[in-house]
């Protein structure tokens, strides 16, 4: 149980195209999204936190206009990169926590590596 | 805001021998710390996760203190083996809020 999935795992863009990133949970409800990026040897930075239904909460310095997040399920939330750059190249991760029992827990999904050319 | 310290960045053992990985918190009212385990390229995976009212839990060969009062935690492994090399990452929640903070990580590796 508590399966997330992420698509696409890989993603090469030109400068200034926009890209989306779905996250899906698969076997439960997801209230709470949350997306991550990580570079290299680093450690996860929180990006925004999503609730099914309302408007994302962005971390402090995350352009919210660039980095657009719809979380229109209690099973999928979307991050959206706009008019991406080389800088945006990164590792974007989502994680899903649920209700109840899963309520603490933040389940990863295999990450998008996004390459911006 | 709530902080996580963990240490050490780089941890080298011995297969068969014992790795502990310690993070520090600041926020007293943290209840929640979970361990998560990351290869190369891949996602983080929850290995083993602790809430404040227990002091120490244990699976197998991965075990986890709690020190509440010190507000610090640790990761044990105990006869480690190769495919015990990876990131490894503690994190706690910032209370009232609904994220986790993560430890900026211990790369561990299994010499054989």
């Known amino acids: 149980g508590a399966v997330v999935s992420q698509h696409p795992s890989r993603v090469i863009c030109k400068s200034g195209t926009s890209v989306k990133i779905e996250c899906r949970s698969l076997?439960?409800?997801?209230?709470?999204m949350f997306w991550y990026r990580q570079f290299p040897k680093q450690s996860l930075m929180l990006m925004a936190t999503?609730?099914?239904?309302?408007?994302?909460?962005?971390e402090q310095g995350v352009e919210k206009d660039k980095f657009l997040i719809n979380h229109a399920s209690l099973t999928l939330s979307t991050l959206t990169v706009t008019s991406a750059h080389p800088e945006d190249s990164s590792f974007y991760i989502c994680?899903?926590?649920?209700?109840?029992?899963?309520?603490?827990?933040?389940?990863f999904g295999p990450g998008t590596r996004l390459t911006v050319l | 805001g709530e902080n996580v310290e963990q240490h050490p960045s780089t941890l080298s053992v011995q297969e068969g021998d014992s790795a502990v990985i310690k993070c520090t918190y600041s926020d007293s009212a943290s209840n929640y710390f979970p361990w998560y385990k990351q290869e190369l390229g891949k996602r983080p995976q929850l290995i083993i996760d602790?809430?404040?009212?227990?002091g120490e839990k244990k699976d197998q060969r991965i075990a986890v203190t709690l020190n509440k009062t010190a507000k610090h935690f640790s990761l044990h492994i105990t006869e480690t083996q190769p495919e015990d090399s990876a990131v490894y990452f503690c994190?706690?929640?910032?209370?009232?809020?609904?994220?986790?903070?993560f430890g900026q990580g211990t790369r561990l590796t299994i010499n054989p």
């Open positions: 076997d439960f409800q997801a209230t709470t």
């Open positions: 994190a706690a929640p910032i209370q009232g809020a609904q994220k986790l903070v």
């Open positions: 999503s609730n099914e239904g309302s408007k994302a909460t962005y």
């Open positions: 994680s899903a926590r649920g209700a109840g029992a899963l309520t603490d827990t933040q389940y």
């Open positions: 602790i809430r404040s009212n227990v």
